[in-house]
């Protein structure tokens, strides 16, 4: 197993639901901290539908887990950006 590099900084968000005064929600994003991780792009494949074409490519994301009690840790679930 070899030593991840971590060299691209990703955002860490959390999504909030927001009133927007008329008795609904709107959806904003609150960034938690920066963090940095191992992004490598997979092997990509198309599925052919009727009318269109299908792509996908599977990401693996690697990142260094925090510490307990430090900014990132402590803030809760979150989505990356």
């Not at 092997?43 to 074409?53: F, L, N, Q, T, W």
């Not at 996908?56 to 840790?73: D, E, F, K, M, W």
Request: aromatic share 6%; proline share 2%.
């Amino acid at each position: 197993m070899r030593e991840p590099k971590l060299a691209r900084q990703l955002t860490l968000e959390a999504r909030q639901a927001v009133a927007d005064g008329l008795g609904g929600f709107s959806e904003s994003w609150q960034m938690l901290g920066t963090l940095w991780a191992e992004v490598v792009a997979g092997i990509g494949r198309e599925v052919a539908g009727e009318e269109v074409r299908f792509a996908s490519i599977p990401y693996r994301i690697t990142v260094r887990g925090s510490a307990a009690g430090s900014a990132v840790a402590s803030s809760g679930g979150a989505a990356v950006a």
